[in-house]
């Protein structure tokens, strides 16, 4: 589904990787950017992992919070 390995790291301030973001949306049931926050700290500092509107890094994430969220959501 994703290009990704699990232990890609997402938010990078938080360490937070694609298999700590699908445990919390597919095990958890966390259904919004604030529940992937407040279950994983994901998007909690600099936030720029959360959706490319509000990347303001030099260099910018290649995948984003809510990109998986909407994935893994979807049906
Ligand atoms: S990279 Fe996720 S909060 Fe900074």
Avoid at 2 to 26: H, M, Q, R, S, W
Avoid at 31 to 41: F, G, V
Avoid at 66 to 74: A, P, T
Wanted: one cysteine or more; proline letters at 1%; charged letters at 35%.
């Amino acid at each position: 589904m994703f290009e990704f390995e699990d232990n890609y790291e997402v938010c990078n301030c938080k360490k937070v990787t694609l298999g700590n973001l699908k445990d919390a949306i597919l095990n958890n049931n966390a259904s919004t950017l604030s529940d992937i926050q407040e279950m994983t700290t994901a998007g909690t500092d600099c936030r720029h992992c959360m959706f490319p509107e509000g990347d303001f890094g030099k260099i910018k994430k290649k995948i984003y919070c809510k990109d998986i969220l909407k994935e893994l959501k979807k049906d």
